[in-house]
T-cell receptor, first 114, second 111 residues
């Protein structure tokens, strides 16, 4: 398997623009997680899905953030409108609960909002 | 809520020496813990995990110790190698959900 795939790897956008980050989990995994990493706050869990259903979105910073998982092989994290403080590295991770709690992380998307 | 912290933000060790990275957590209900390694420009990579019904678990050159009494865990790396240079994170969860990550410790291996 190719592992968790994220796109784009880098995104630079202007404040106020819409940003969509994409994730393809490992085939067969039933959990998908979105994280944000900054120097100040470290790794923060934003939202996670089980079998495409959002389970806990309490980590989503505000209404400007939304996440969807239309099928088992694809998820998006959207920020609209984007703000400079959203600049961070966004990671997607997936896991197979039957095999334990280990999460496999993607390479991340580095987002810069100017 | 849960918070996870580390005792040292950076750690430098000589190649061949053993490394010990510490982590404290706040939620006594946490029952599952993971150590991750993150190299520059990459996502975190699983190293080893431990459940709260254990106090020690060993992997290849790594050992995790869990002290539930003081809510502390540590990662020990034996015979540290240059390839071990990275940022190490601990994470705590309850029943494998809502993982809370610590801020990370940067391990530098000196030749």
């Amino acid at each position: 398997d190719a592992g968790v795939i994220q796109s784009p790897r880098h995104e630079v956008t202007e404040m106020g623009q819409e940003v969509t980050l994409r994730c393809k989990p490992i085939s067969g995994h039933d959990y998908l997680f979105w994280y944000r990493q900054t120097m100040m706050r470290g790794l923060e869990l934003l939202i996670y899905f089980n079998n495409n259903v959002p389970i806990d979105d309490s980590g989503m910073p505000e209404d400007r953030f939304s996440a969807k998982m239309p099928n088992a092989s694809f998820s998006t994290l959207k920020i609209q409108p984007s703000e400079p403080r959203d600049s961070a590295v966004y990671f997607c991770a997936s896991s197979l609960r039957a095999s334990g709690y280990e999460q496999y992380f993607g390479p991340g998307t580095r987002l810069t909002v100017t | 809520g849960e918070s996870v912290g580390l005792h040292l933000p950076t750690l430098s060790v000589q190649e061949g020496d053993n490394s010990i990275i510490n982590c404290a957590y706040s939620n006594s209900a946490s029952d599952y813990f993971i150590w991750y390694k993150q190299e520059s420009g990459k996502g975190p990579q699983f190293i080893i995990d431990i459940r709260s019904n254990m106090d020690k678990r060993q992997g290849q050159r790594v050992t995790v110790l869990l002290n539930k009494t003081v809510k502390h865990l540590s990662l020990q790396i034996a015979a540290t190698q240059p390839g071990d240079s990275a940022v190490y994170f601990c994470a705590a969860s309850f029943y494998g959900q809502n993982f809370v990550f610590g801020p990370g410790t940067r391990l530098s291996v000196l030749p």
